[in-house]
């Protein structure tokens, strides 16, 4: 999971410059490079997820917390760290906070889709659905900076919006995995995970 993040981070700063864009303005072409380059993550959870081995809700729970750990020590750990211990109080190291939990929600809704994803017993109909969900967890970074810049939202309105598609994409995704469950009959039952 750290390898992934910081291969991401890599890809990122080698291929993909950023450029000097006025305020307000959006660079539409490197959200979108941003973007590609954040399916590395679904990538890296599907390697993650279909090599362990044990109960489907095992999986998800140590893929989840596991790759939300590897992204709070590479992105969100030095600068809580450095920043927080200082004399003068920041909003931005409770806001930093609060993105850390979300990220670790949505990293275990997104391994929860992933691994629904990869159950041949699934309903064909479900599966269109679970792939929409999967690129909108993929994409919801890019999308977040894109409203925020189009719509003039503040920080903590961004993260207000974060914590809403977060909270709908994951009671989707638990509706779905609770259904997968109790259609096969196998809650509890390691047989079927």
Request: aromatic share 10%.
């Amino acid at each position: 999971a750290v390898v992934s993040t910081q291969s991401t981070g890599i890809i990122l700063a080698t291929f993909f410059p950023t450029y000097e864009v006025p305020v307000g303005k959006i660079d539409l072409h490197g959200e979108l490079m941003k973007g590609a380059v954040d399916l590395f993550d679904l990538v890296g959870l599907f390697v993650i997820i279909s090599q362990q081995i044990g109960r489907g809700d095992l999986k998800i729970l140590v893929a989840g917390v596991g790759w939300a750990m590897a992204e709070l020590i590479s992105m969100r750990l030095l600068p809580l760290w450095v920043g927080a211990r200082g004399i003068e109080f920041s909003w931005k190291y409770i806001q930093l906070s609060f993105e850390a939990n979300i990220s670790l929600a949505h990293h275990i809704v997104m391994a929860m889709l992933i691994w629904m994803w990869t159950r041949n017993n699934i309903e064909k109909s479900v599966l269109p659905l679970i792939i929409s969900l999967l690129l909108l967890c993929s994409s919801k970074q890019t999308l977040l900076e894109l409203l925020g810049t189009l719509f003039h939202f503040t920080s903590f309105g961004i993260l207000s919006i974060n914590v809403m598609v977060t909270f709908l994409v994951g009671l989707v995704a638990t509706h779905l995995y609770i259904n997968l469950c109790i259609q096969d009959n196998s809650w509890g039952n390691p047989k079927y995970h």
